[in-house]
């Protein structure tokens, strides 16, 4: 088992930025990715960014991020960060960090969600 747990999140007016951080504690050795996911009221659950937790630290954005969020990890840790700068309220989603882990099969971890609203 993965546990996850997010901080960051909160109220913030179009424009500004915002940061997530997540941290992961139990069987973290066999976590070979990590990242975050949102969900808006209403809406599925989609893919913000990913980053590999291997060497390479291959990440993955979304189309609609558009170079406004970063995503940064230390896989020694392992932890994972999500800079959000431009943020629009379009935005305004639960954010869940993710844990992906390969250990006898794929298994999908996730954090409790923070919720960011961007709203003036």
């Known amino acids: 088992q993965v546990q996850l747990v997010e901080s960051g999140g909160g109220l913030v007016q179009p424009g500004k930025s915002l940061s997530l951080s997540c941290g992961a504690s139990?069987?973290?050795?066999?976590?070979?990715?990590m990242g975050w996911y949102r969900q808006a009221p209403g809406k599925q659950r989609e893919m913000v960014a990913t980053?590999?937790?291997?060497?390479?630290?291959?990440?993955n954005y979304a189309d609609w991020v558009k170079g406004r969020f970063t995503i940064s990890g230390d896989p020694a840790k392992p932890t994972v960060s999500l800079q959000m700068n431009s943020l629009e309220p379009e935005d305004t989603a639960v954010y869940y960090c993710?844990?992906?882990?390969?250990?006898?099969?794929?298994?999908?971890?996730w954090g409790q969600g923070t919720q960011v609203t961007v709203s003036s």
């Open positions: 139990g069987s973290i050795f066999n976590i070979y990715k």
């Open positions: 993710y844990a992906g882990v390969l250990r006898g099969g794929y298994k999908d971890f």
């Open positions: 980053i590999s937790s291997c060497e390479d630290g291959v990440t």
